[in-house]
């Protein structure tokens, strides 16, 4: 057999993380009878008697994901826990473990990782978790730390990206674009402490937005409330990429279009005076931004009542047929198509 001497080679660039994904599982078929819903959502759905078990995992690699010149390891430990979290309390479901994995470099001393564990002791305490397993290993090149979160929820009562119908009402909850203006302060600060180590920058007026950054909380508080309200939504997503791909992820997940609208979008007054003095749309932040981790969700009009006047619940659109397409209703009130900008974690940029 001769050996193909210019085999073809594709940069993951091409694809994108989540075409990427699509790619490589394609191939994978369900044969297990516990399997109720497995690659295609924020997490996998597990059947185990009365409760069904939903899982996700993540992984978060230093000089992608974080910089350790600016994110102090305790709170990098806090996040990496939220973050997977987040996915489980993004199917209506309670999380109930996690398990830790980490591959370090030995530029790291025993005191770093206690840090780190202390972060993750911590989340694990607040959010009332158990952390039951993990792995350690070396790293050359850098931190990775890997979590898988597992939790339960009752039969019936698990929400799915593929829910979503016509005249559905989009909601997110909280507000949106925090996050990301929080890493543009941190990331202008680390470039004048390169010109100027001795400075120390006054960060005052910007506590909310790098809270949002370096120690984000997952809405579990949402979790209990729609439970509270009887408020069961036909979709739901966590907001870790940005407004714009959760809403082409649910769209695409229920073949359904989407409105929403430019003026409703919830944003917090700092983000607002921090998109100005960077000169940056707060629109664009709000849709592209990402690592909020709130919740979007679709629910039927008839719950409006129950939500309505709901600080904690924001409706910024509603559902259209497919063949509509997917659009921003802008100030203007026109219509622009929906893309995705987000974080791709496979090209290192928005």
Known sequence: MIEDKNPQRTPLSELGEFKLIEHLTDHF??????????????????????????????????????????APLKHLGYKAIVVNLSDIYAMNAVATQVTVSIAVSNRFPLEALEELYAGITLAAKFYNVDVVGGDTTSSTSGLIISVTAIGEVEKGKVVLRSGAKPNDLIVVTGDVGGAYMGLQVLEREKEVFKVNPNNQPDLSMYTYIIERQLKPEARKDVVELLKELDVKPTSMIDVSDGISS?????????????????????????????????????????????????????????????????????VIGYITEEDIGMHLVTRADEKIAIIAKGWNALTNQE
């Open 246 to 314: 959760e809403i082409i992820h649910l769209c695409k997940q229920s073949k359904v279009g989407a409105d929403v609208y430019e003026t409703k979008i919830p944003l917090d007054p700092q983000v607002i005076s921090t998109c100005e003095e960077f000169n940056i749309d707060s629109t664009t932040v709000a849709l592209n931004g990402g690592e909020d981790y709130e919740l979007l969700m679709t629910i039927s009009q008839e719950d409006f009542p129950k939500i309505k006047g709901n600080p904690n619940l924001t």
């Open 29 to 70: 078929k369900v044969s297990q009878k516990s399997t109720i819903k497995g690659i295609g959502d924020d997490a996998a759905v597990l059947n185990f008697g009365k409760k069904q078990i939903v899982v996700s995992t993540d992984l978060l690699i230093e000089g992608v994901h974080f910089d350790l010149s600016y």
